[in-house]
């Protein structure tokens, strides 16, 4: 019961904090911005660490997205950065 | 314009006869002016026959054109009325602007064939995994994935003895539903990869460069039943970020049948299943890594999770885990990475025990060296040092060093050597050609 109750509490305050930290970006005032990384950098970083890189040709535009989106929860990749990728990867995609 | 035509042509003849007549009547026609006003005639009246020759066919034509628009017409009549009948039977929504998500299905895995001989044992051919993972994505925030091991092995009988034929073994690995909550959390549920440490969720078997698991990874569940939110923060704009999970499990369990929780009790894979909980409370677990590239190629990841939970029916005995993983990469050819997990296992025997161990591979691909030769430039070194100690008397160091040659960037052939040390241990060699597609 008190496993229980410490997963619900946990649960819920991981959801809470997600919104809070959603609503907090929109309040904040502008800061100074710094270089965003492109597509093909985060994908240097990112997709080589556990395989071999797979090239943009191997896939089409469709599958690459669902291949990113299973590789976004494997990987535990930000949003921002999943979707800079993938708009890497569909650039140079096969049909 | 045609029929103008053949008025003027008759026209023009009435005044060329006229005019001829009346030339005859006043005064006398030489026969050179005869034959040119013959031949004059004869060409009118040629081209007359040509002009009423093709009058008849324009009209031909026309009378065709009618009938043709007249089956058109009526085509398109149908045509409306049936639409109108479709439109009564369902109402029409209006398409979304842009390109919708569409259902997408695609398959990836990975497949291995081997070569082993076990020292003292005779060597052998296995196909050791074909292990396909179907995704299908419902829409833009949902994916389905599961994943599936088939192998062959040779028959048993009931006590273990070699029996004729072959069986193949399917095991589901993990089936799960992601649901992408918002830019931070995830929700998964399912049959989950568990994140203690990384291994379990980055090691299908053409990922792994040497053959086969660590032998600590035995002491840990590597996947269980329940439902988990993951996401990752991002740390500025360099790459660098922070991941969590947490989650819960149905959790290990106890094989008995008659209730009790000792050692030998202990089932880390077996309460999935539709019966209920086979102890009262689920278990809850989690992971905290964070993430520092400071360039491409160059990244230090470092992790801890847990999981703790009941495990006897009777709620009485808990079963608990810890785990720190860290990885490394110097460049694009050297990677170091490794893992060290604690649990601890109330018992009903042997009081709380703690099987243990840790595991740490480093790799080199020789493309690093910057040598002109192809056949080098795809080899990659790879070595590790594993060890397991169940805490009840039995311990076993081994390592391992081999290669992995990159036929392409998803046909890998592999190969090692394995000197173990402990109770019953004893050397192996494999040999692997995998594929990941």
């Known amino acids: ?95 | 314009m045609k029929i103008r035509s053949l008025i003027f042509g008759v026209v023009t003849i009435g005044c060329v006869t006229s005019l001829v007549l009346s030339l005859r009547a006043s005064a006398a026609v030489s026969d050179e002016d005869f034959n040119a006003l013959k031949n004059t005639v004869q060409q009118m009246g040629e081209r007359i026959q040509g002009l009423e020759q093709t009058h008849q066919q324009d009209q031909q034509q026309i009378q065709q054109l009618k009938q043709q628009l007249g089956e058109t017409q009526t085509i398109a009549t149908n045509a409306a009325q049936k639409a109108e009948v479709a439109a009564r039977v369902q109402p029409v929504h209006p398409v979304p602007p842009g390109s919708s998500a569409t259902h997408n299905f695609t398959m990836v895995g990975d497949a291995e064939v081997q070569f082993g001989k076990v020292d003292g044992g005779h060597s052998a051919f296995v196909l050791a995994d074909f292990a396909p993972i179907f995704l299908f994505r419902a829409s833009d925030d949902a994916l389905f994935e599961a994943g599936f091991d088939i192998t062959l092995q040779n028959n048993t009988d009931q006590n273990g003895n070699r029996a004729a034929g072959s069986s193949t073994a399917l095991n589901l690995s993990f089936a799960q539903l992601d649901y992408l909550l918002n830019d931070y959390v995830t929700i998964v549920a399912g049959d989950m990869l568990l994140p203690l440490g990384t291994y379990s969720e980055r090691s299908a078997g053409w990922l792994n460069k040497i053959p086969d698991d660590p032998l600590v990874r035995d002491v840990l569940p590597g996947n269980g039943v329940g439902i988990q939110l993951r996401g990752s923060l991002p740390a500025g704009q360099s790459g660098q970020m922070i991941t969590y999970s947490v989650y819960g499990v149905n959790g290990p369990s106890s094989s008995s049948t008659n209730g009790t929780a000792n050692a030998s009790d202990l089932d880390l894979g077996g309460n999935v299943g539709n019966t209920p909980n086979w102890h009262s409370n689920p278990g809850a677990g989690g992971r905290i890594g964070w993430f520092y590239p400071w360039k491409a190629h160059y990244d230090l990841e470092l992790g801890i999770s847990g999981q703790s939970g009941e495990w006897s029916d009777s709620g009485n005995r808990l079963w608990s885990a810890a785990v720190v993983d860290a990885a490394l990469h110097l460049g694009p050819s050297f990677e170091l990475k490794g893992e060290y997990m604690n649990t601890w296992v109330e018992t009903d025997d042997v009081g709380t025990i703690s099987p243990r161990g840790w595991w740490i591979q480093g790799a080199y691909k020789l493309s690093g060296l910057d040598l002109e030769f192809p056949v080098i430039n795809n080899v990659e070194l790879v070595g590790r040092y594993d060890t397991i100690n169940n805490n009840l008397g039995a311990k076993t160091d081994r390592y391992t060093l081999g290669y992995v040659y990159y036929l392409s960037n998803t046909l890998l052939f592999e190969g090692d050597y394995e000197f173990l040390h402990g109770d019953g241990a004893h050397n192996d060699f494999v040999l692997q050609l995998s594929y990941g597609f």
């Open chain 1, 1 to 95: 019961m008190g496993v229980t109750m410490v997963m619900i509490g946990g649960l819920t305050s991981i959801l809470w904090s997600a919104e809070l930290i959603s609503d907090s970006k929109d309040q904040k005032p502008a800061k100074k911005t710094e270089k965003r990384l492109t597509g093909a950098e985060l994908y240097a970083i990112n997709c080589n660490r556990c395989h071999p890189e797979r090239y943009p040709t191997e896939w089409n535009p469709g599958q690459w997205k669902t291949v990113m989106t299973h590789m976004r929860v494997r990987a535990n990749l930000p949003a921002a950065q999943a979707k800079q990728i993938l708009k890497y990867l569909q650039e140079d995609s096969g049909n």
